[in-house]
């Protein structure tokens, strides 16, 4: 059908005159740098500008209503003596290695339940998405209700069953609060590492599975030595992208305790927001942000090198 | 043999082996997973005499369903005002991103102009840029710019989320397309501009509905930028005038919040209903790339 539509523009009247200007619409260097402006002019504006941008600011002393001065490092200098930027940066590490640990255990472990012959298995996988499809904030909104420390629904619970005597005060003591909102995230994220294992594990060709059963390979072993070395490039991209967002996260933290009690779950997103914008001080706020790039491109990199490794493996 | 056919019941599985591996684990995802959803749902409706008294009622079922919530929300917030600007700033930004996507990806993919290997790769890199290192320069630039507090704040940065992905997609989508088809085109003596129109994006069409939905969701979803951008109450989007404008002091208005969630989610979860496979396509599409 649309190949029939493809002869559409092969009418003898629409041969080009072999004109300056007619051969220029043809030149492939000349239209690709027509076709990539806008896309270009978008990214250069507000992504790449903006980038280098955050960088300088960070090296200036602007606040809101006053241009800056060049100050060299002494943003990070403060910030170096700063207790809440270090807590910030531990807060950081510890909400991202923990829930990327159990975003990839839970969600590889859900990939594998619903490779399996399951009923219902697109509505099943169509529900799991849900969490991640709608809007952060608002399923944060819900955690926080869930967490409230007056009406918890987790606490009504578990004083009816007996387990405890008082309501948990969930988002008001450090390690509760943090214990808190990481369960959040890994309740957010489970669901696009498991459809993406998933696209990964249905791509494994049975037969290798077969050679292995022949083999006499036990189901640990079909696992470890089958599944796993298949999955591996699948896996090195979405935890890449899992690690840089759960890093950078933003959301869940401003609804649900906004870096308190005592600072004890501030990221260095949300202390970047809180000193920028309501406090004012957008140089130290972009310093604090640009102390995230380091890691970023540290994790860009192992993820490309994992990657490579896997490329000269297959070949 | 014997090993291979022990291997073979395995893989069978007796059934209540199937119920602890299978069955029970995959109920409990399930209820983990939907629980905030039908949190959302039973608060909506209940009414505040049943929410705040956990020791006579049920607090997991409603006895006496109410609508004074979703009433209040449409009639007393700018919740309607906050709907309206988030339709028309993700629609705005879904059409702006899909344009500057389609002739990016086409001009990276199918004319292979000098240098276009190194784009495709630099379009990767600014995927991974997370908004949360750009908000506070962006916030100078919408300043400087004059936007701030306007709808063209939102529509103009979205884009740097929008594009990368969507052209990403594209790609893979122009890609499976036969340079035949675009040879014969061109020997027929069609221009590359038609080529594109009449050819390449009709045969895109998967990819674009894909590209296009999941934009139109990241752009509900995005909170950070609006919060930073957005100044005056009635401007607001839907994630951030549902925080910030309905929380009075330190009274929180559960029944209201809550149905804010549940009305604010609802447009991506319908659109979501539709185009399931659009969406896994799209999610998976880009990263196996």
Redesign the interface.
């Known amino acids: 059908m649309s190949i029939r539509e493809a002869t559409v523009p092969a009418r003898p009247e629409m041969i080009p005159q072999p004109s300056f200007v007619a051969r220029l619409l043809n030149s492939r260097h000349f239209l690709g740098f027509v076709f990539m402006l806008p896309m270009a002019a978008l990214l250069l504006i507000f992504l790449t500008y903006p980038l280098g941008l955050g960088v300088w600011l960070g090296l200036t002393n602007q606040t809101i209503g006053r241009a800056g001065k060049f100050i060299g490092l002494l943003n990070y200098e403060m910030l170096g003596d700063d207790s809440v930027f270090w807590l910030s940066v531990f807060n950081t590490v510890l909400y991202t290695t923990v829930a990327s640990v159990f975003k990839f255990g839970l969600g590889l472990w859900l990939a594998l339940i619903l490779n399996q012959r399951v009923p219902f298995q697109a509505i099943i996988r169509a529900i799991i998405l849900l969490p991640w499809i709608v809007p952060t904030v608002l399923s944060a909104i819900a955690f926080w209700w869930i967490y409230d420390s007056q009406f918890s629904i987790i606490s009504w619970s578990l004083v009816k069953l007996g387990l405890i005597d008082t309501y948990i005060d969930f988002l008001g003591e450090p390690n509760l609060a943090r214990a808190s909102v990481i369960i959040a995230n890994i309740w957010r994220g489970i669901p696009f590492v498991a459809i993406s294992l998933l696209a990964g594990l249905q791509t494994i060709s049975p037969s290798l599975y077969e050679a292995a059963v022949l083999d006499g390979a036990s189901p640990w072993q079909q696992f470890r030595y089958v599944t796993m070395p298949q999955l591996t490039p699948i896996i090195a991209v979405v935890m890449t992208f899992s690690v840089i967002f759960t890093f950078t996260d933003f959301q869940l933290i401003y609804v649900l305790t906004r870096g308190g009690p005592l600072n004890s779950t501030h990221l260095m997103a949300t202390l970047a927001f809180q000193r920028a914008i309501p406090g004012g001080n957008l140089g130290e706020g972009a310093a604090i942000a640009s102390a995230m790039i380091p890691i970023l491109a540290a994790a860009i990199m192992i993820s490309f090198f994992g990657l490579q490794k896997r490329k000269w493996q297959s070949e | 043999m014997a090993?291979?056919e022990k291997?073979?019941m395995?893989?069978l599985m007796t059934v209540p082996r199937r119920v602890v591996t299978?069955y029970i684990?995959?109920a409990v995802?399930?209820i983990?997973?939907?629980?905030?959803?039908y949190?959302?749902v039973i608060?909506t409706f209940k009414p505040n005499k049943e929410?705040?008294d956990?020791e006579h009622t049920n607090?997991?079922w409603i006895a006496a369903p109410t609508l004074d919530h979703i009433e209040k929300l449409l009639f007393n917030t700018h919740f309607p005002d906050w709907f309206v600007t988030t339709m028309i700033v993700s629609v705005a930004s879904t059409f702006?991103s899909l344009?500057?996507?389609v002739?990016?990806a086409?001009?990276?993919q199918r004319?292979?102009?000098?240098g276009?290997d190194m784009?495709g790769a630099a379009i990767f890199?600014?995927y991974?840029?997370?908004?949360?290192?750009?908000?506070?320069?962006?916030?100078?630039?919408v300043f400087d710019f004059g936007l701030f507090d306007t709808k063209w704040a939102l529509i103009?940065?979205y884009?740097?989320f929008l594009?990368?992905f969507s052209?990403w997609l594209l790609m893979g989508y122009f890609k499976t397309i036969p340079f035949e088809?675009e040879e014969?085109?061109l020997i027929?003596?069609?221009?590359?501009?038609?080529?594109l129109i009449?050819?390449v994006l009709?045969?895109a069409v998967p990819g674009l509905i894909s590209a296009g939905i999941f934009a139109f969701?990241l752009s509900?979803?995005e909170?950070?930028y609006a919060?930073?951008f957005i100044s005056s109450t009635s401007n607001k989007t839907?994630?951030?005038g549902?925080?910030t404008e309905l929380v009075e002091g330190d009274v929180?208005h559960?029944g209201s919040?809550?149905a804010?969630?549940?009305l604010?989610?609802l447009p991506?979860?319908i659109l979501?209903?539709f185009f399931?496979e659009h969406?896994?396509s799209s999610?998976?599409g880009a990263?196996?790339e």
Do not use: E, H
């Open positions: 090993k291979k291997v073979g395995d893989y299978v684990p995959l995802f399930l983990v997973l939907l629980f905030p959803f949190w959302m608060t929410l705040y956990l607090p997991f702006l344009f500057a996507s002739t990016g086409y001009a990276i004319l292979r102009f000098r276009s784009i890199l600014a991974l840029v997370p908004p949360s290192i750009l908000f506070i320069p962006l916030a100078t630039m103009l940065t884009p740097t594009i990368p052209t088809l014969c085109a027929d003596g069609a221009s590359r501009l038609q080529i009449k050819i009709p045969l969701t509900w979803n909170f950070i919060l930073t839907i994630p951030v549902v925080l929180y559960w919040l809550m804010g969630a549940l604010g989610s991506v979860a979501y209903s399931v969406y896994v999610m998976t990263i196996k």
